[in-house]
């Protein structure tokens, strides 16, 4: 299951991981993220232990958006070592969030 990600755990999880981190940036009213949190969902079973699968609601946790330039919702970043490595604006496939996640595992 994913994690829900926050200011006060968003250091520890995200930034001091040593596993790639895949962050959903979302809110309950936007319907594109509602198609995309069940695939964020299974991504966070199928990389279990290999990856961190979190989420952030915009609404909750604006200074977190703020801080990444999050205008659009959902996006998508992915984090090694702390920085952003790659970045999905939008809806996307399983498959093609797989693929950002996998080049980041080597």
């Known amino acids: 299951m994913a994690i829900e990600l926050t200011t006060n ?41 290999k990856a961190l699968i ?16 999050i205008r659009n919702i959902p996006t998508l970043l992915v984090f090694k070592n702390g920085e952003v490595v790659d970045k999905q604006v939008g809806a996307a496939p399983k498959k093609a969030l797989a693929e950002k996640l996998e080049a980041q595992m080597n």
Do not use: T
């Open 9 to 49: 755990n968003w250091e520890e999880q995200v930034m001091q991981s040593d596993k790639p981190v895949l962050v959903d940036f979302w809110a309950e009213w936007c319907g594109p993220c509602r198609m995309v949190g069940p695939i964020v969902e299974e991504l966070a079973g199928e990389y279990e232990g």
């Open 54 to 69: 979190g989420k952030v609601n915009v609404d909750e946790h604006q200074d977190i958006a703020g801080k990444y330039g």
